[in-house]
């Protein structure tokens, strides 16, 4: 989870700038607004790539982690619920 917390931190200061000055700029220049609309596409698509890999990312390896606690919690019941008549002597 330190990773996706690190990326957050170092991505969303530069974008919180980049969308604030995408909503101000064209309200104040009109004409820059018509300029920087394939620009802000182009930020937003980048933006939805990088979110959808890293849902992906987090998504598997917190999958592989369930899985294997799962397996771990199988394991462990399935020697609880032995037999005592093959328990060792202490």
């Keep these: 989870m330190a990773l996706f917390e690190d990326l957050l931190e170092e991505a969303l200061g530069p974008v919180a700038i980049g969308v604030g000055a995408l909503l101000v700029v064209p309200a104040l220049f009109p004409s820059v607004g018509r ?23 987090v998504t598997e390896a917190t999958g592989d982690l369930v899985a294997e606690a799962r397996a771990e919690l199988q394991s462990e019941s399935r020697r609880v619920e032995a037999p005592k008549g093959h328990a060792h002597a202490s």
């Design 35 to 57: 300029a920087l609309r394939p620009v802000a596409k182009q930020a937003i698509k980048a933006g939805v790539s990088v979110y959808d890999w890293t849902v992906t990312t």
